[in-house]
């Protein structure tokens, strides 16, 4: 395996576990504060879909356009 492809990946998956821990601490924070927490919570979990979502249909677009992958 190449040092770059594990490098990548690496940066990637801290990419997107970075964000969460934030995310996390602002909801503890507003949940301790009890200030709008329900509130905050659902915005987050509609965020989190939206932003799932269209990284999902964008991976796949670019994969499915890509000529040197699955065929």
Known sequence: ??????AKG???????IAP????N???LTQGIRKNHH????ALFIL??????SIGVL???LVLSSSDT???
């Not at 969460?20 to 995310?23: C, D, L, N, R, S």
């Open 10 to 16: 690496f940066t990637l998956t801290l990419s997107m």
């Open 25 to 27: 601490s602002m909801l």
């Open 38 to 41: 329900k509130t905050t919570a």
């Open 58 to 60: 964008g991976g796949s």
């Open 47 to 52: 965020y989190d879909a939206i932003l799932i």
């Open 1 to 6: 395996m190449s040092l770059l492809i594990l």
């Open 69 to 71: 992958c699955c065929g």
């Open 20 to 23: 969460i821990g934030t995310q």
